[in-house]
């Protein structure tokens, strides 16, 4: 193998060295002619830049023969973190969320019942006056009627002699006509004379208790406690007998109507969907109506009466009444006519109920159940009833598995997860 000038160490037969050991013996050569020829310093100029790109090349040539190769290694993949819920049966009452507005129980229509001049009016009869039962409202001028009574009380006591006397005539008769001192003619005659005085007697007082109701006519007082929807009279105006005056509801009975869909009936008992009612012996379902009233949260507690029983056409819901009795609530704050409520009404308690967020039901009514390997795997089950944030499952899960809860898109059946408790 070739040196150079130097002297050194010898090339090794490896490719790269090889190349570079043949330049450097090619610079050898070329300095040795150089020199013998004389001109030694030009070809010197010449031939090192060549020498070096050669050697540039050799080393790269080297680097990329003599790098270390690469080992691929497979990695587990990383299991996706999940929150698990742990499968509790329960007892649950059921629930019907439903609205409607507030309507009166009771709602009167009130009408002259005699002829009269409007004398006085209540200060409450008023649009939304509030008035007690027994209160009174209205008064006519009662002077025709006061006269109406006087005669007919006259009447009644010109129909009372006459029957006294009557019925004396009447006896003395008999009793003539049994000692044969009077013929039966007579005795007919003061028979007649008493059953005609009699009934004299008996219209003499019907008069008399009509002019009595006429007189108290005049007057009207409250039904029952309430407020006044609308009135239509006003002082010194003549009511014709059966001139409307108002219009009143009850403030103390009040109902709601709330529909609701046929299916959540298998929410409530059994009763309401076969009869409409409550059963005698059965306390009627409690309803808690809220509203936001008079910008505070407010709250009144009712009870569900019946069921209307015919589904809408249109809607294709039913309908059933809950009752308001205790008006005023614990804030004292009274629940008013119109106002927009939502109803909560307690249905029936159903046992071993598995209660699920609703973010944890997928497509076709299935869960994932995380098994003791951390793997989830689905699970078909059935729901008993759903709502916008929570799933009640009556089968499909057995206490103390857990499911899945955490919102995943994509999911294998057998996946490896990491379950956060």
Same mark, same amino acid.
């Given at each position: 193998?070739?040196? =150079?000038?130097?002297?050194?160490?010898?090339?090794?037969?490896?490719?790269?060295?090889?190349?570079?050991?043949?330049?450097?013996?090619?610079?050898?050569?070329?300095?040795?002619?150089?020199?013998?020829?004389?001109?030694?310093?030009?070809?010197?100029?010449?031939?090192?830049?060549?020498?070096?790109?050669?050697?540039?090349?050799?080393?790269?040539?080297?680097?990329?023969?003599?790098?270390?190769?690469?080992?691929? !290694? !497979?990695?587990?993949?990383?299991?996706?973190?999940?929150?698990?819920?742990?499968?509790?049966?329960?007892?649950?009452?059921?629930?019907?969320?439903?609205?409607?507005?507030?309507?009166?129980?009771?709602?009167?229509?009130?009408?002259?019942?005699?002829? /009269?001049?409007?004398?006085?009016?209540?200060?409450?009869?008023?649009?939304?006056?509030?008035?007690?039962?027994?209160?009174?409202?209205?008064?006519?001028?009662? #002077?025709?009627?006061?006269?109406?009574?006087?005669?007919?009380?006259?009447?009644?006591?010109?129909?009372?002699?006459?029957?006294?006397?009557?019925?004396?005539?009447?006896?003395?008769?008999?009793?003539?006509?049994?000692?044969?001192?009077?013929?039966?003619?007579?005795?007919?005659?003061?028979?007649?004379?008493?059953?005609?005085?009699?009934?004299?007697?008996?219209?003499?007082?019907?008069?008399?208790?009509?002019?009595?109701?006429?007189?108290?006519?005049?007057?009207?007082?409250?039904?029952?406690?309430?407020?006044?929807?609308?009135?239509?009279?006003?002082?010194?105006? =003549?009511?014709?007998?059966?001139? !409307?005056?108002?219009?009143?509801?009850?403030?103390? #009975?009040?109902?709601?109507?709330?529909?609701?869909?046929?299916?959540?009936?298998?929410?409530?008992?059994?009763?309401?969907?076969?009869?409409?009612?409550?059963?005698?012996?059965?306390?009627?379902?409690?309803?808690?109506?809220?509203?936001?009233?008079?910008?505070?949260?407010?709250?009144?507690?009712?009870?569900?009466?019946?069921?209307?029983?015919?589904?809408?056409?249109?809607?294709?819901?039913?309908?059933?009444?809950?009752?308001?009795?205790?008006?005023?609530?614990?804030?004292?704050?009274?629940?008013?006519?119109?106002?927009?409520?939502?109803?909560?009404?307690? /249905?029936?308690?159903?046992? !071993?109920?598995?209660?699920?967020?609703?973010?944890?039901?997928?497509?076709?009514?299935?869960?994932?159940?995380?098994?003791?390997?951390?793997?989830?795997?689905?699970?078909?089950?059935?729901?008993?009833?759903?709502?916008?944030?929570?799933?009640?499952?009556?089968?499909?899960?057995?206490?103390?598995?857990?499911?899945?809860?955490?919102?995943?898109?994509?999911?294998?059946?057998?996946?490896?997860?990491?379950?956060?408790?």
């Amino acid at each position: 193998m070739g040196r =150079y000038s130097g002297g050194s160490r010898p090339c090794t037969p490896n490719a790269p060295r090889l190349l570079l050991c043949a330049s450097l013996s090619l610079w050898n050569a070329a300095m040795s002619k150089s020199q013998i020829r004389g001109y030694g310093h030009t070809v010197k100029k010449a031939i090192a830049p060549l020498v070096v790109l050669i050697a540039a090349g050799m080393a790269y040539i080297g680097l990329v023969a003599t790098k270390p190769a690469l080992v691929s !290694a !497979a990695k587990e993949p990383m299991p996706i973190t999940v929150r698990a819920l742990e499968v509790v049966p329960q007892s649950r009452q059921l629930m019907v969320i439903s609205q409607g507005n507030i309507q009166p129980r009771v709602e009167t229509h009130l009408h002259a019942q005699v002829d /009269g001049e409007v004398k006085t009016v209540a200060p409450q009869l008023v649009t939304g006056g509030e008035f007690l039962a027994g209160d009174r409202l209205l008064s006519l001028d009662d #002077r025709d009627f006061q006269i109406a009574l006087t005669r007919a009380g006259a009447s009644l006591d010109r129909a009372k002699a006459e029957y006294r006397y009557a019925r004396e005539e009447y006896a003395r008769i008999q009793s003539l006509h049994d000692q044969a001192l009077a013929s039966i003619a007579q005795r007919q005659q003061a028979e007649r004379a008493f059953a005609i005085a009699n009934a004299n007697v008996k219209d003499a007082q019907a008069t008399h208790e009509r002019a009595e109701l006429d007189l108290t006519r005049t007057v009207i007082h409250a039904p029952f406690n309430g407020r006044v929807r609308a009135e239509y009279i006003d002082e010194g105006q =003549y009511l014709q007998k059966g001139a !409307a005056i108002a219009t009143l509801y009850d403030t103390d #009975r009040l109902e709601v109507r709330l529909p609701i869909a046929d299916a959540q009936l298998a929410y409530l008992p059994l009763a309401y969907a076969n009869t409409g009612v409550a059963q005698k012996n059965d306390a009627p379902a409690t309803v808690v109506l809220s509203a936001r009233y008079a910008g505070q949260a407010q709250t009144w507690t009712g009870t569900l009466q019946r069921t209307e029983g015919d589904i809408s056409s249109t809607s294709r819901y039913l309908h059933v009444i809950a009752e308001v009795t205790q008006t005023t609530n614990d804030n004292g704050v009274q629940l008013p006519v119109g106002l927009f409520v939502e109803a909560k009404i307690s /249905g029936k308690v159903v046992d !071993a109920l598995v209660s699920i967020p609703r973010t944890a039901l997928r497509a076709d009514n299935r869960v994932m159940v995380i098994d003791s390997s951390d793997r989830l795997h689905f699970r078909s089950v059935v729901v008993y009833k759903a709502s916008n944030e929570e799933i009640l499952l009556s089968s499909g899960l057995d206490a103390g598995e857990r499911i899945n809860v955490s919102p995943l898109q994509f999911v294998v059946e057998g996946m490896s997860v990491r379950v956060i408790e």
